[in-house]
Structure formats: structure tokens, C-alpha cells
């Protein structure tokens, strides 16, 4: 079984551009989780879905984040405009319902110039 | 509030010992899970082990081990017979499972490195 899949695994971009992060979760896992890793605060939650509707989405950091999961195959992570503080690795995470392990992504590694 | 509390930023350990990592956990939630991540340099993040907080027993895969010490709110990972290859971030994460079935929370981290 394929296991949670990212694209792109590398994005550089200029400030003030539009970033999407993509994540194809394992088949049949109706939770997902995004999360954003830094240096300087971890591994850190930013939102999360059920059955691809969103349920917390308190640590996404401001208005220019944005997720969406428009079917169980796939999800979005959208900055706009992106800034330099944004740099990170950010994972996305999967977990069927009746479990209780997330099983994570590649990662994208994300470098705002 | 939940807390996952790391207290070694970094580990060495001569390759074939066995290694201990220490983890310690807050929260007032009677039902939660406890969790063991690895983190190669490649940057994925690695599911190694799992603790319910009602399980009696310790968990146990391989050569991971996860002592559970519930009234000392410590969940220590063991590594028995380091290899060159367990060279990576550990990281300990729990969830509660009383209110929100989301989010882990993740520990800073500890750096082991083996040494051949």
C-alpha cells in the first residue's frame, strides 16, 4: 500500500508569490493532518480534517494560509502571498479512524526567498 | 495543557549498546496515546512505536521498546542493539483521546548518533 504521498518534496519561491502544497493521504484513512516544522517551534499542528472537512484549524497562523480537501484522495496547503517566515518543512499526515498511528508524508521543504 | 518535555538535545551511543531516550508528558486527560517518531536526515518522519495510557503492558516492536511509567508520566524509548542506520532526531508525541481526536504533540527532539 502506498503511504502518504507530498508534492512537490522541494519549493523555492520569491516573496509575495502563491504557494500549493499538495497530499494524496493512504486510501482509506479518513483523517488528515497538516503540520509545519521549524527550528525554531518544532513540529506544530496547523490544521486537520475529518471525512474532508475541516476540524480544527486554530494553528494555522494567519489569513494567508489556507487548506482545503476536496475529496478523500487529496488535499491542499495554499500560501498567498508567501513570505520568508514561512520557511519550513511541512508534512502532511494520515490516520484511519479506528486507529490511533498518523503516518507522514515526505514532507515539502518550503523556501520562501 | 498538553507537554511533551525532551531533556536530551542530542545522545551518543556506541554502536551494538542499547540507548535510552527520555521523554516525560503532561496532561490532565485519563485517556491519551504516546508515540515514537524517527527522523532520518532524508526528513521523513518514521512511525516507530505506540503506548495507550490504559495498555499494562510496554510496548514492544523489535528493537524498540517503550517504558511506560504512567505515574511518573514518562514514556522512555528503548533502542537494544544500536546500528549505524538508528542515526537520526527522535521525537515523542502524545494525543489525547478525551476531546479533540486530532492533533499530536510533539516533543523538541533528541539527536542520537551511533558510533561504529
Known amino acids: 500500500d502506498a503511504g502518504v504521498i507530498q508534492s512537490p518534496r522541494h519549493e523555492v519561491t520569491e516573496m509575495g508569490q502563491e504557494v500549493t502544497l499538495r497530499c494524496k493521504p493512504i486510501?482509506?484513512?479518513?483523517?488528515l493532518f497538516w503540520y509545519r516544522q521549524t527550528m525554531m517551534r518544532g513540529l506544530e499542528l496547523l490544521i486537520y480534517f475529518n471525512n474532508n472537512v475541516p476540524i480544527d484549524d486554530s494553528g494555522m497562523p494567519e489569513d494567508r494560509f489556507s487548506a482545503k480537501m476536496p475529496n478523500a484522495s487529496f488535499s491542499t496547503l495554499k500560501i498567498q502571498p508567501s513570505e520568508p517566515r514561512d520557511s519550513a518543512v511541512y508534512f502532511c499526515a494520515s490516520r484511519h479512524g479506528q486507529g490511533n498511528i498518523q503516518y507522514f508524508g515526505a514532507g515539502t521543504r518550503l523556501s520562501v526567498l | 495543557a498538553q507537554k511533551i518535555t525532551q531533556t536530551q538535545p542530542g545522545m551518543f551511543v556506541q554502536e551494538k549498546e542499547a540507548v535510552t531516550l527520555d521523554c516525560t508528558y503532561d496532561t490532565s486527560d485519563q485517556s491519551y496515546g504516546l508515540f515514537w517518531y524517527k527522523q532520518p536526515s532524508s526528513g521523513e518522519m518514521i512511525f516507530l512505536i505506540y503506548q495507550g495510557s490504559y495498555d499494562e503492558q510496554n510496548a514492544t516492536e523489535g528493537r524498540y521498546s517503550l517504558n511506560f511509567q504512567k505515574a511518573r508520566k514518562s514514556a522512555n524509548l528503548v533502542i537494544s542493539a544500536s546500528q549505524l542506520g538508528d542515526s537520526a532526531m527522535y521525537f515523542c508525541a502524545m494525543t489525547n483521546y478525551g476531546g479533540s481526536q486530532g492533533n499530536l504533540i510533539f516533543g523538541k527532539g533528541t539527536k542520537l548518533s551511533v558510533k561504529p
Open positions: 486510501s482509506g484513512h479518513d483523517y
